[in-house]
């Protein structure tokens, strides 16, 4: 089973909504990412969680915030967004063990639009 | 400076017409390229991981092949349904992180 769930499908929000994604892997895998997709775009790496520990991309602005409850759960906090912050957000997991591979495997998406 | 080039930007085949995707990298050191399939509003598919030079894999009317500087993806005799964008993906070996660096996409066009 090589599936990553992502929650919601759809999400529509103000600017000064506070929401959040959500991400699950079963697959036992100790990294987990979120990206940001916009339109004709390759996805743009925002967080990393290896082995429960965060990496950043120094240029993601501070109103998205990640957690990473366990290493099957990963959200993303949103707060106070902006209407360019509107995109496709995924969600991605690796192995990431000694030895083994180090593909990602993506989930579904979540569509964001801030109004 | 690492780099990852895709090429051509977008690609229109007829049905049965093969042909090949470029992903050309620069890197100081390669831990492995990955190819990945997307549709439209939907996440990435994974497709193939390469670690060595000269190392091949195939999948139905797909074939991933990988030098030095570059990696193909080969579409053999394709149909509709292989209409998609195709992203690779590099993996240096600095990063402790599993931190991929996208190449901008080929979108491929396959009609009947």
């Known amino acids: 089973d090589t599936e990553v769930t992502q929650t919601p499908k759809h999400l529509v929000m103000g600017m000064t909504n506070k929401k959040s994604l959500k991400c699950e892997q079963h697959?036992?895998?100790?990294?987990m990412y979120w990206y940001k997709q916009k339109a004709k775009k390759p996805p743009e790496l925002m967080f990393v969680?290896?082995?429960?520990?965060?990496?950043i991309n120094e240029s993601v602005p501070s109103r998205f915030s990640p957690e990473c409850p366990n290493s099957s759960l990963l959200n993303l906090h949103l707060h106070a967004l902006q209407p360019e912050d509107s995109a496709l957000y995924l969600c991605?997991?690796?192995?990431?063990?000694?030895?083994?591979?180090?593909?990602?495997?993506f989930g579904p998406g979540t569509r964001l639009t801030v109004l | 400076e690492d780099q990852v080039t895709q090429s051509p930007e977008a690609l229109r085949l007829q049905e049965g017409e093969s042909s090949s995707l470029n992903c050309s990298y620069t890197?100081?050191?390669?831990?492995?390229l990955f190819w990945y399939r997307q549709d439209p509003g939907k996440g990435p598919e994974f497709l193939f991981t390469?670690?060595?030079a000269g190392e091949e894999k195939e999948k139905e009317r797909l074939k991933a092949t990988l030098t030095k500087k570059e990696s193909f993806l080969h579409i053999t005799a394709p149909k509709p349904e292989d209409s998609a964008t195709y992203l690779c993906?590099?993996?240096?070996?600095?990063?402790?992180?599993?931190?991929?660096?996208f190449g901008a996409g080929t979108q491929v066009v396959v009609t009947p």
């Open positions: 969680y290896s082995y429960e520990k965060l990496s």
């Open positions: 991605a997991s690796s192995p990431r063990t000694s030895g083994g591979t180090d593909e990602q495997f």
């Open positions: 993906a590099i993996l240096t070996l600095t990063d402790s992180w599993g931190k991929f660096q």
């Open positions: 890197v100081s050191g390669l831990r492995g």
């Open positions: 390469l670690y060595s």
């Open positions: 697959m036992g895998h100790r990294a």
